[in-house]
């Protein structure tokens, strides 16, 4: 971590100051995590993580013990203290997503790139890191890859993104397998026929 | 506050509304085991231990420590549903609590221990890896062990809460939660609390690490001497060695914390002690001399000698027994010469409302509005200290400041360095003045620094000119305190210590040794002035105490004493509260106890005093001045007129505490306060940061 100093800058300081001024005088403390998440964006070149100066900042900015910040930093796992790749692939692997196959998912990361939950790979491309629940178990297996979800992944789908992303080619964030948001796969199984339940007669 | 009907156990009790259910079966005297609840912390509920059944509510066991009681409700802590949760409880904690008892200094001492006897199972059925987490560095006061940490979180609410350094948190979550003070020290006094507070082995002390088992010890009820708050403190020794000093609850004056001073300055006992008397040779140098040599080398140097030409000073640490011996001595000799201040403050005994804490400490919890008067709370009286911020964190309470900018644990409104603000004040010409007037109950604490210097008797009256103009003195209330910092100060005022009629303070004692009119000085334990002055005047200086510091060096006889754990001793706190401390422990070597020395001396001297063993000493005392018979009582002082208004010295107000951790010679001899010394004094100043950033 550095020492240097932080500064809110441009939107994340209009931001941050909109989150302050929220809550009442002398609840500040209420905007910390706010704070953290957009002091993680500003720096989002530079390693997409909190530095130390930034904590430090924000404990001065909402007259909050520092350990009381960093209570909060490393509660959350949305918050990185330490530098992560370009592309932060985070595997959920809560019960859902395992029963349908994270780990195969894990697998193919992990031998596709040669690293392990929480490691990042060398060129700083990849990092990984294993999560609870995102909350998107009927699509499961799936990852977050920055601020965007790539659900019902095998490990083939799985390796070719990394793949495409590691080229720089578009991604389509969303279910991998063809099928709208959470629908059945092959489109809609029941009520072919008669009334919508919704119309009257 | 209107009470409640409950049903604990089927049995009917009332209890107040608004108490919680664990705090309602403590008061029927059903146990309730519990580790992060605490009743001086705020509450977490997150250790699961104190899970009842309570009817109306839903078919699953309540945490009693959370939980408000209400009209009717049925409590069990003894049904089947109880007993599975509390074993379940108990097995999850002991999960990642590993089995190492026998190595562990809380070991006979633990909480865990203790209720995983009682409401555990025999074995356990967890057969998968153990957590195990890195120690943390959290000074040189505590010891960390964190892998058996079930992270209750006392010590977390303690800091943050009571010591009011929020420098502990809980770091991560679900099984990588980790207690952390981010690598620092705790830079607080009362800081070694968490010690006493953590239920299990997590938090040991760092100097008492591997020393002795608890069931080794003996146990001795005393008052501790480290400052004039007069904290109550349990005495562990084994042999004839202290091995550690702990809080003993008293609501009135400490509660349930001691300073680490208090708690670690005991390893000072056993160095650079006296234990055997010296008398100075021919060569000028000390020399190990028997008992009967020194006394007649004293005889020698005071055969002759006119009353008026003998001195007597009594150091911070003087129990009122070998005070009132000195002082019954001092008149039968003749001498006028005698004084208890060595710091030179200009206090009367003659008006004990004017040198009295007069609000006591519980009572600063009534108070709304405070005026601080040349005082660094925090190292003068860290227990006060405390108490202020208890009062403070409750809301409504107003304090200001006029002295040294210091660290407070508190908002503080600094109104000035000096004299020149408090006469702004005394004047009334000060906003603050009225925000003491129309307050309920105004408090106002003169600390030693204030009253310690050429114009304290002036600095004096302009705070009672204060308390009077403000009306801090009403019926029931008297909001007029002076600080102490030496633990025998207000014993030895209430024995009048003080200069007889014609006779010399600190000060005049001194310039008179120099000057020739004063050929004889008798220190007992007093090594906290200018002693290179006394030592180069010529006078013959006598040295009565228990570590050779600067007063043994003066000496030209030095008569081995007994240290506070080493005799039995009346002390008289800063509120004026008179307490008894117990021997512990026998002195070292020759040493004898101080009342006993002073007999033998009056003996030598052919003035004896009129008792022949410490029971009848001590009836003597309480005969002439019987409020020290009433122990633990603090009894209020009448309010007279005292101080002597004059011109004040424009100089800022200065404590007179350099360092926290080294006071008087037992915690100047501790290796324990050398090491805090240089952790929370030295390295401040190195990097500039601190106390004076």
């Known amino acids: ?201 | 506050m209107a009470t409640i009907t409950v049903k604990i156990n089927g049995e009917e009790h009332e209890v107040e509304q608004g108490m919680t259910v664990l705090q309602a079966c403590e008061k029927a005297g059903v146990e309730v085991p519990r580790f992060c609840y605490h009743e001086r912390l705020s509450i977490a509920g997150n250790c699961r231990m104190c899970l009842v059944e309570v009817k109306p509510g839903p078919p699953k066991p309540a945490a009693s420590c959370a939980l408000p009681v209400a009209p009717n409700q049925e409590i069990f802590t003894d049904t089947e549903m109880v007993h599975k949760a509390r074993n379940g409880v108990m097995e999850f904690l002991l999960i990642n609590h590993p089995l190492d008892c026998p190595i562990c200094d809380q070991g006979g001492e633990c909480d865990l221990q203790d209720q995983a006897m009682a409401y555990g199972r025999s074995g356990s059925r967890y057969d998968e890896n153990k957590r195990a987490v890195k120690d943390k560095y959290m000074g040189p006061l505590i010891n960390t062990i964190m892998t058996r940490c079930i992270h209750c979180t006392r010590c977390v609410r303690f800091v943050a809460e009571v010591a009011g350094v929020e420098e502990i948190g809980l770091l991560n979550r679900g099984e990588n939660a980790e207690i952390s003070s981010l690598e620092k020290a705790v830079d607080s006094e009362l800081s070694a609390n968490v010690i006493d507070l953590c239920p299990v082995g997590a938090l040991t002390s760092k100097p008492y690490a591997f020393e002795a088992r608890p069931w080794e010890l003996k146990k001795t009820e005393s008052i501790d001497v480290m400052d004039a708050v007069g904290s109550n403190i349990r005495i562990d020794t084994r042999g004839n060695e202290v091995m550690r000093v702990l809080p003993r609850l008293n609501e009135d004056v400490n509660e349930e914390w001691i300073s680490d001073k208090s708690r670690y300055a005991c390893d000072g006992l056993r160095r650079q002690r006296l234990d055997r008397p010296y008398v100075r040779g021919e060569d000028g140098k000390l020399k190990p001399a028997s008992w009967p040599d020194a006394m007649t080398a004293i005889a020698k140097a005071a055969s002759g000698l006119k009353g008026t030409e003998i001195a007597a000073i009594s150091g911070d640490q003087a129990c009122a027994e070998s005070v009132y011996s000195l002082k019954k001595l001092m008149t039968a000799l003749g001498s006028p010469n005698t004084d208890c201040r060595q710091d030179g403050a200009k206090l009367d005994s003659g008006v004990r409302a004017g040198y009295l804490f007069n609000t006591t400490i519980a009572g600063i919890e009534q108070a709304d509005a405070l005026l601080i008067v040349g005082a660094n709370l925090r190292w003068e009286a860290p227990i006060i200290n405390a108490r202020i911020r208890k009062r403070w964190l409750h809301g409504n309470l107003k304090v200001a400041s006029v002295g040294p900018a210091v660290q407070t644990t508190y908002d503080v409104d600094q109104l000035g360095a000096g004299p020149e603000t408090l006469k702004e004040l005394a004047d009334g010409k000060h906003a603050f003045a009225e925000v003491l007037k129309n307050a309920e109950r105004p408090m106002l604490i003169v600390g030693p620094g204030a009253v310690a210097r050429e114009d304290g008797a002036a600095v004096l009256a302009a705070a009672k000119k204060i308390a009077d103009m403000c009306g801090l003195i009403k019926d029931d209330w008297n909001g007029f305190n002076v600080l102490h910092t030496a633990a025998g100060r207000v014993g030895a005022l209430d024995l009048g210590f003080t200069p007889e009629e014609g006779g010399a303070d600190v000060a005049g004692i001194v310039a008179d040794a120099k000057g020739g009119k004063i050929k004889l000085v008798y220190l007992l334990g007093a090594d906290e002035m200018d002693l290179t002055a006394v030592k180069e005047s010529g006078a013959f200086v006598v040295y009565q105490g228990h570590h050779g510091d600067a007063g043994a060096h003066a000496a030209d006889v030095i008569l081995p004493g007994a240290a506070y754990t080493e005799k039995n001793g009346t002390f008289v706190n800063t509120e004026g509260r008179v307490q008894l401390a117990r021997r512990a422990n026998f002195p070292p070597g020759e040493a004898k106890d101080d009342w006993a020395i002073l007999r033998a001396l009056s003996e030598t001297l052919g003035k004896p005093l009129p008792w022949i063993d410490f029971d009848g000493l001590r009836q003597s005392m309480r005969g002439e001045f019987p409020h020290l018979a009433r122990i633990d009582d603090a009894e209020a002082a009448t309010w007279a007129d005292f101080g002597a208004a004059g011109p004040m010295d424009s100089a800022p107000f200065q404590s007179p505490i350099e360092n926290f951790y080294m006071t008087d010679p037992i915690s100047r001899a501790s290796e324990t306060m050398a090491e805090c010394t240089q952790v929370f004094v030295l390295d401040r100043q190195e990097k500039g940061t601190g106390t004076n950033g």
């Open chain 1, 1 to 201: 971590m550095t020492a240097e100093n932080f500064e809110f800058t441009g939107k994340h300081r209009a931001e941050a100051e909109r989150a302050i001024a929220k809550y009442p005088q002398g609840r500040q403390q209420s905007a910390v995590l706010a704070l953290l998440f957009e002091a993680q964006e500003q720096n989002h070149a530079n390693g997409h993580y909190v530095t130390e100066a930034a904590m430090r900042k924000i404990s001065d900015m909402l007259d909050m013990p520092y350990i009381r910040v960093m209570e909060v930093a490393s509660f959350f796992t949305q918050i990185n203290l330490e530098p992560v790749g370009e592309f932060h692939i985070q595997l959920c692997g809560t019960t859902p997503c395992m029963l349908r196959g994270a780990e195969d998912i894990r697998a193919a990361i992990e031998s596709k790139l040669g690293i392990h939950a929480g490691q990042t790979t060398q060129d700083r491309k990849f990092t990984l890191t294993e999560v609870e629940c995102l909350g998107a178990c009927c699509n499961a297996p799936m990852v977050q890859i920055n601020d965007d979800y790539f659900e019902d992944l095998t490990p083939a789908i799985m390796t070719d993104l990394i793949d495409r992303l590691a080229k720089g080619d578009a991604v389509t964030p969303g279910p991998q397998n063809g099928r709208m948001c959470s629908e059945p796969e092959g489109g809609p199984q029941t009520l072919q026929s008669g009334p919508a339940p919704q119309v009257k007669n």
